[in-house]
């Protein structure tokens, strides 16, 4: 894995800052916020009637990703 020099450099310093460093392995999408969301569109909000065009899809997408936030959330607790 590499890691920059100068954030080597910085690793004790931050420590005496309270601030602690978690390294995570290259590929993690249960920490990356639109693989988690894409998971949620893919498996729980989109109705299974959204495959059966290509059409149907699209409209059902786009009606799913204007509403994030306001009738699909996600709660990262």
Known sequence: ????????????????????????PPYSPELNIIEIIWRKIKYEWLPFSAYE?????????FQVLSNIGTTYKVAFS
């Open 1 to 24: 894995m590499f890691v920059r020099k100068e954030f080597n450099d910085n690793l004790e310093a931050w420590k005496e800052r309270g601030l602690t460093i978690y390294r995570i």
């Open 53 to 61: 065009s290509y059409r149907s899809l699209k409209q059902e997408l």
